[in-house]
């Protein structure tokens, strides 16, 4: 099943050899990046995808993350060509558009691993919240969170997830840039989720400015592998952050991983 799914594909033994083993599936979507040289046989590639991989009704090539919403250019190759879909992680279920939102299932791990730490009644600040995932899941914890995404379609799904999860009542989302809305919260925060790897230390310090002493941050983001701690210990000093823990969530490419840097604010 996994890797065999390259089997399937009635393609030149050459071409076989340059499809790659791994792909992503959300909900009933498989989704897989392709090298050029195979863009010939892209209807064979998705018919096998389909075939292959259960529970698999469509088959998509993700191009790349694009825009300042950073959704994925995704383009259909074969089954039925819906990118809308239902996943279900952490005994949770997330409504996704996977076209117009940003949803990486590889993140499933550490947001289990970031909810085990939460407790009942915590006040959680998600600061690039997307569909919720986050946000849903530590609400099941017991938490009372603030969701916030820029992407509207996204706000809207992350509020029918709430709903759909019996959550509602413990999630309040918000529409907006979060580097603009944070400051001017008149509220404070235990804990802070910043998911955005990229950009997401940027706007460490508005965070900061809203958690309670001792507050807890999980901030994600894009370090070299060979110097990840100094890196890490270096962005940590530089907002004033305790830093407990950091996590190697995955590989980015072969010199830079996706880390998430646990710390917090110390108390004053």
């Not at 050029?36 to 469509?58: H, M, S, W």
């Not at 709903?163 to 400051?183: E, F, G, H, W």
């Not at 807890?216 to 100094?230: F, K, S």
Request: charged share 25%.
């Amino acid at each position: 099943m996994g890797s065999s799914w390259r089997e399937h594909a009635d393609v030149p033994a050459d071409v076989r050899e340059q499809l790659p083993r791994g792909y992503d599936v959300v909900g009933d979507v498989v989704i897989v990046r392709l090298p050029e040289e195979v863009e010939p046989y892209l209807d064979e590639i998705g018919r096998a995808l389909v075939e292959a991989v259960p529970p698999a009704a469509t088959a998509a090539v993700d191009r790349g993350v694009q825009g300042d919403l950073r959704t994925r250019d995704l383009e259909v190759i074969g089954g039925r060509g819906d990118l809308v879909t239902l996943q279900k992680e952490n005994g949770c279920r997330l409504r996704v558009d996977l076209q117009q939102t940003y949803f990486s299932p590889r993140l499933a791990h550490e947001r289990a691993r970031v909810s085990e730490q939460v407790e009942a009644g915590e006040r959680v600040l998600d600061m690039y919240t997307g569909v919720g995932p986050y946000a849903v899941l530590l609400a099941k914890q017991g938490a009372e969170v603030l969701g916030i995404d820029a992407n509207p379609r996204a706000v809207d799904l992350a509020r029918a997830n709430a709903d759909t999860n019996r959550v509602a009542d413990r999630v309040q989302l918000a529409t907006a840039d979060a580097a603009q809305l944070v400051p001017a919260l008149d509220t404070t925060f235990d804990r802070v989720v910043m998911n955005l790897p990229h950009t997401g230390g940027d706007h460490l310090e508005e965070a900061a400015t809203v958690l309670e002493p001792g507050g807890r941050v999980h901030l994600a983001c894009i370090l070299e592998m060979d110097h990840y701690e100094e890196q890490a210990r270096e962005l940590a000093d530089e907002h004033g952050l305790q830093l407990d823990g950091i996590v190697q969530v995955r590989n980015y490419n072969p010199a830079l991983g996706h880390y998430v840097l646990d710390g917090r604010v110390p108390d004053r």
